[in-house]
């Protein structure tokens, strides 16, 4: 992206017993990743969109190579799907 960002992908979200999403979104080749972790009840707020813009300081590296070619094929199938901001 021209203004310092990189779209991401939405490649993995998981529930927690204690009411917490934890979301990943992931460069499309897989390489670099950012999780954050929401209530259920922020949720009801504002949804989980399929793509965000994340800058080079929130990204952080993928090292195990099983997981960025995981992650490359989740956010290929989700972009294939979905615009950036649907919601999903």
């Known amino acids: 992206m021209t203004d310092g960002t990189e779209r991401v992908w939405l490649v993995e979200r998981e529930y927690s017993d204690k009411g917490l999403l934890t979301l990943v979104y992931a460069t499309p080749d897989g390489e670099r990743y950012m999780q954050s972790n929401r209530s259920s009840n922020m949720l009801q ?37 979905n615009g950036p901001d649907d919601e999903i």
């Open 45 to 81: 707020g504002s949804g989980v969109t399929a793509a965000k813009e994340a800058t080079a300081d929130q990204l952080k590296p993928v090292d195990d190579p099983d997981l960025r070619e995981r992650y490359a094929s989740e956010a290929d199938r989700v972009a294939e799907n």
